[in-house]
Every structure is written in C-alpha cells, then in structure tokens.
C-alpha cells in the first residue's frame, strides 16, 4: 500500500490555517490535540458535495441564516457534525430533541421537510447554533492515556460510567482515571452516548434506567474496541429508582413489567454503582 504522507505527533503545522485531519477530525500534530470539526451549511449536496460554502461561525446567525427555519436545516444542520466517540454528544443532542418537538404522534399531525418549524423551534435553533462558535474552540488529547510530563502511571486505569436521564433524552459519559505514582490523578474523556426520549409520555425513572442500561454497553463496547487491560470499572448514577431496579430484580412498578426487566437484567452488571442522591450530588 501506497502512502501520500506520514503524519507524527508532534510534527509541527506547515500551515495553522490548513488543519490536518485523521477519520474526520481536525488533528493537532504539535499539541496532539483533536477536535471536531464542526460545520454549519444549510444547503443541500450535489453528488457528495455541498451546493453552498460553509456559513462563518463568526458571523451574526440572525443575519446569516435563512428567514424561514425549516425541519430540512435543522437536520442538515444536526448530521453536518461529524463527532465519532460522541465527544461534543451533550451539545449535538439538542438538535435531535429540536427534531423530536417537530413529531406529535398524539395528534396525529405531521410536519413536513420544507415546512416552516414552530417559532418556539426556530429560536431555539438558532439559539444553540450560537453556541458553536465556543464548542468549535473545544479540543481533546488526542489519547486517553496521560502525557509522560505528567508522570508515571501507577496501575491500570479505572474505567468510570456515568449515565442520567431526563424527560427529553438520556446520556453516558466514559472517562478513564490513572492514578499516578506521585499520587495525583488523571481523568481522561474517552467516548458518550445519548439518546432521545419517544415522543409519548415518558416517565423520568424510566429514562434514567435507560440511561444506566447505555452506560453498562458502552462500557462492554469500549473494552472490546480498546483490547486493553482495565482496573475496575465503577458505575455512577443519581437515581435511587436506578439502584433499587438493579440491585432488587424483583421489585418492578406494574407499569414496566412489559419492558423494564431486559433492561434490569443489562443493567444488574452494575455491581459498584454508587448512589449520589442527596444534598451533595453524585458523589466521584
């Protein structure tokens, strides 16, 4: 196999406003440093690409942005952010939320692609979209493991699990901590996961378990991909409601009979979930 050119950590920029990418992310090579390369274009693509330049994250979105918001752009919008490990997931979710406002199911009415969005929608659209000029600026280690001018690693690294819901969508979060031999600690982002509520009731208890449940397999799957040994790995949640459905299988409201005990039963691996509720939070 033929190679055009080898990149290294390290190698200086020949060109800071040319970026480098590596799978779709914006690489550092001199602060080993990744970032998400985040766009914003509301015009459609023409075999692959984009009819339209990208719109200046600088620039006043009030101005720059088409009078009429649509459910086409805001969706346009929402896809254009390529982000693999979820690293930006707690910000790109309000996009799909914005989506999930546009569905009525209880109703029965449906909003189509190029119909206008609710103008509660639209201001919260653009709202969010005024945000990305600070998460673009936002950078990650290009790896989990600590730098050598940190020190040295004492043991292997902890794998920590958090996962909380809401009315709207629930979320996991995987960090690594090394414990370093002079006794400090190092905390690294290494993947997340969300996923948005069903348009029907739901309850928040239920999409707390939801979101314990994403945290227990993106925990097995990020064993899997890494191939690496790992210390313990600790489960960390806010809900008693969570704790009660994983440590005691039997005890089930009437109403999650149909669906909760699969989830229990992925959800039980937590066999060190610590409980936060209370005055003080989640405890870490």
């Known amino acids: 196999m033929n190679s055009k050119k080898h990149l290294l950590s390290g190698d200086p920029a020949v060109d800071p406003s040319e970026p480098r990418k590596v799978l779709g992310m914006i690489w550092e090579t001199e602060a080993v440093k990744l970032q998400v390369d ?66 009525k199911e209880e109703t029965g009415e449906v909003l189509y692609w190029d119909s206008p969005a609710p103008q509660a929608t639209a201001d919260s659209f653009l709202e969010s979209l005024s945000e990305l000029k600070e998460v673009r600026k936002t950078k990650f280690p290009r790896t989990f493991r600590p730098e050598a001018s940190l020190g040295r690693v004492d043991g292997k690294p902890m794998i920590m699990m958090f996962g909380d819901g809401s009315r709207e969508a629930c979320c996991a979060l995987a960090y690594a901590r090394w414990k370093m031999t002079d006794g400090s600690v190092v905390c690294r982002l290494i993947a997340g996961k969300t996923r948005v509520a069903l348009c029907c009731k ?83």
Not at 39 to 61: C, F, H, P, Q, Y
Not at 92 to 100: H, N, P, Y
Not at 254 to 264: D, F, G, T
């Open 202 to 284: 739901v309850t928040i208890p239920r999409m707390e378990l939801v979101g314990a449940v994403l945290a227990v397999r993106l925990a097995v799957k990020i064993k899997d991909a890494l191939q690496m040994e790992f210390g313990e790995t600790r489960y960390f949640t806010d809900s008693s409601a969570v704790l009660c459905w994983a440590c005691c299988s039997g005890i089930l409201p009437h109403s999650l009979s149909l669906w909760a005990p699969k989830s229990v039963r992925s959800s039980q691996s937590l066999h060190q979930t610590k409980n936060g509720t209370g005055s003080k939070g989640p405890r870490t």
């Open 38 to 103: 985040v766009k914003l274009n509301t015009g459609g693509k023409v075999s692959g690409a984009r009819v339209e330049e990208d719109i200046n994250l600088e620039d006043d979105m009030l101005e720059v942005m088409p009078d009429v918001i649509t459910k086409r752009i805001i969706w346009r919008v929402a896809m254009a952010q390529y982000d693999p490990l979820r690293l930006l997931c707690i910000y790109t979710v309000k996009f799909k939320i914005l989506m999930r406002t546009m569905t």
